[in-house]
């Protein structure tokens, strides 16, 4: 047997023994919390919360053929398996940019997927154009003292610390200079996040205040002045990731299969809706799209196919994937006919996931990015075409 081979067979005896069949529903808000933490702590236990991470951060030091096997025998358990900021964002960030002290002080606990963070990037005037943010940190001996807000903080209020994008200097040649990059704690005094309530009808995000709110000069992640790099670097990531869902909660990572299912299950004038010529029709234009998706991906992996811009792929694949989610969870909906309208009722059909997830599908769309600002990007960077 190859040792990949006889790693999968682990991580299946692993699920196996540690994923009970009521937490085999992809990421819920509903999930039992006992089960769940147990599950939890069985993930980090192993590192596998962070499979590539090196082992002294947390990690288990897998390399990507493992950690590719891991994620396809998770996703196939469909097990609960959050993707916070602290995961996505900081890691990969803290271990490029970050002192040894800093990798060492947050990286374990982010690992263990104990110490919770939030993103600090857009403000009410500056999103798209993040660069034009107003939120000053400004020195003041060995402290940086921070005025402004910061909005669709997801997870701000449950948040311990924050990756802040603040303006340390305002005569710099142009809006970039004078960007910092913060590791900022959210329990100091003059931190307010207020709870903003989303379409879903869930408390996702937030808009974080800041009055006066001193953190250590220690905070500063990079360069003073440094900031739109590191930023940039973090965004590569969050573009290249799954896409956030205000909360970090995938509600379900469901594939175009469980939507064939459903065709089954769903009636149309009186027969199962996959009869339907015309369902038929959006479903198999689905599955092409998905395994096109799916083969784009795995190009991420062949150096020789993601040589000239490695970001490309994945970018391309975030802007691709949010959407075809997005159709695939509308399709799901529509399948239902009139039932598709119970959402939180006892009997909305699959209680009703289908309807959060579409709701939720939406933000992936525009968290990290927008899929107008990713083609822009994609446009301009990779395709090189003009401005
Ligand atoms: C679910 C979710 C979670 C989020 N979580 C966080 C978080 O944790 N932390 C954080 O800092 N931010 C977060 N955001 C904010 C997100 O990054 C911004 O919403 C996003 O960058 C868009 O900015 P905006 O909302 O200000 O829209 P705007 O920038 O005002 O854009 C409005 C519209 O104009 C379009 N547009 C703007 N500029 C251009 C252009 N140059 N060319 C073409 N079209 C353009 C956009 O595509 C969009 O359709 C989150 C957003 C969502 C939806």
Known sequence: MSDLASFRGDVRAFLDEHLPAELRVGYRPDLPEEPLRQWEAALAGRGWFTPEWP?????????????????????AARAPVESPT????????LLEFGTEEQKLQHLPGVARNEVRWCQGFSEPGAGSDLASLQCRAELDGDEYVINGSKIWTSLGSYAKYMILLARTATDGPNKYAGLSFFLSPMDVPGVEPQPIRKLTGEYG?????FTDARIPASCLLGEEGGGWQVAMLTLTFERGATGGQAGGLSSMDMGVGDVVELARRAKRNGRPAIEDPLIRDELVKLVIESKGHQMMGARADVPALASDWPAATAMSGKLRGSELKRRMCKLAVSLQGANGARYVSADAIDGGMWQRSYFNAFSATIGGGTSQIQKNILGERVLGLPK
């Open 86 to 93: 602290g995961l996505r964002l900081l890691g990969s960030t």
């Open 205 to 209: 995000f937030c808009q974080t205040f």
């Open 55 to 75: 082992i002294e951060y947390g990690g288990a030091g897998l390399d990507p053929e493992q950690t590719a096997v891991l994620r396809a025998e998770l996703r």
